[in-house]
């Protein structure tokens, strides 16, 4: 199968690690490994120090997967399996769909969630949302739905725009999904990010036996070098599948990676609490920055997690802004015709402490 290329991590490929200052992360700063250990109980620190550097159990070690459980409603060991979150999509596209299958993803959204299955083969339909509130409307989704629909693919909190529905939408998307047998994919990584006062929603494989829920240790609790994720869901054939897959893909995960994940998830709000106290700060020093410049940006704020999708109101297409304002600042701003969704938005990243120096050296930019 030939593979289109990744344009949002060949773009962060290009500069993350050279530039000067990062608008557009969807993640939050990294904790120290040395923050994670101080949060162990003796028995927790007993398991690193004494950790054997072989290889793990495919499924992910017995201890991770009971301590990723306490985050469902009935979701059990036997039915979760730990990857990289970016295997798990690979795997799942490949194994449910067939050429001439056809999927309703929403847009914008990141590539790997419909660029696999346009790959395969599948037809794909985009799910938009409303572009004055960022609301994806179920009547709209439902109109999309075909006899031949095998999956629909979610993402809440959205990425990019922070998009999040009410419990009385989620409920209805599912619903759509279940009334037909459709798979439902729901990639879930910003869970628990939400911004008060949203209603929190359930995971989708709390809900719908066919229902399929991604998440990981890279938004939610700023551990992405873990490379640790995770698929849940209580359809076993779904798990078999990528098992199977998985087989000629990464075997198994890092052992490191795993009990250092171990010990977060037993320490969860620890991670979680820090990480939406700074995105919520950095949100409102946004607002304000916005606000002030309503000739720049139109901005509709994020009902969760850690990133918004931002309006230029500017003459340039939005990748011509980013790299001249790359080339004259050393700000990376990710612009929205990486997400296939016109030449008007920038992804912003509320993650980073370095958040506010970010907007200084905008500002200045902006005043010429």
């Not at 997967?65 to 009935?74: F, G, K, Q, T, V």
């Not at 991604?214 to 779904?238: N, P, Q, Y």
Request: with cysteine.
């Amino acid at each position: 199968m030939n593979v289109a290329p990744f344009k949002l991590e060949r773009y962060f490929a290009k500069y993350e690690f050279t530039t000067c200052y990062l608008f557009s992360c969807s993640d939050c700063d990294g904790f120290p490994m040395s923050y994670v250990l101080e949060q162990a109980t003796a028995e927790e620190l007993q398991w690193w120090e004494q950790l054997r550097l072989g290889y793990t159990e495919s499924e992910g070690s017995s201890l991770l997967r009971e301590a990723i459980c306490p985050l469902y409603e009935s979701i059990r060991p036997q039915q979760l399996v730990v990857s990289s979150p970016g295997e798990a999509n690979f795997i799942l596209m490949n194994s449910l769909l067939q050429p001439g299958d056809h999927l309703v993803c929403m847009r914008p959204a990141y590539q790997s969630l419909y660029q696999v299955a346009r790959d395969v083969g599948a037809q794909l339909s985009f799910w938009e949302p409303e572009p004055d509130s960022w609301r994806f409307d179920p009547d709209r989704l439902e109109s999309l739905l075909r006899p031949n629909t095998r999956l629909i693919i979610i993402n809440f909190p959205h990425n990019p725009t922070g998009a999040f529905p009410s419990p009385e939408e989620h409920a209805r998307i599912i619903e759509l999904a279940a009334r037909r047998g459709i798979y439902l994919f729901s990639d879930e990584m910003y869970r628990l990010l939400t911004h008060p006062p949203q209603a929190e929603i359930p995971a989708v494989c709390d809900r719908y036996e066919r229902g399929i829920s991604l998440w990981g240790m890279a938004k939610t609790f700023g551990l992405a070098g873990l490379r640790i994720g995770w698929t849940a869901t209580h359809d076993t054939e779904v798990l078999a599948n990528i098992l199977r897959y998985k087989d000629y893909l990464s075997i198994c995960n890092s052992a490191p990676s795993e009990v250092l994940a171990t010990i977060a998830l037993r320490h969860a709000q620890r991670f979680i609490q820090p990480n939406l106290h700074k995105i919520l700060t950095n949100l409102r020093l946004f607002e304000d920055f916005v606000a002030a410049r309503p000739g720049v940006f139109e901005f509709i704020p994020p009902r969760a997690g850690s990133v918004g999708f931002v309006k230029l109101r500017l003459a340039q297409p939005a990748q011509q802004f980013s790299e001249a304002l790359l080339h004259e600042t050393g700000i990376m701003a990710v612009p929205s015709e990486m997400f296939e969704y016109g030449q008007q938005h920038l992804r912003v990243g509320f993650g980073r402490e370095s958040f506010p120096r970010v907007l200084e050296v905008l500002g200045q930019y902006l005043q010429g």
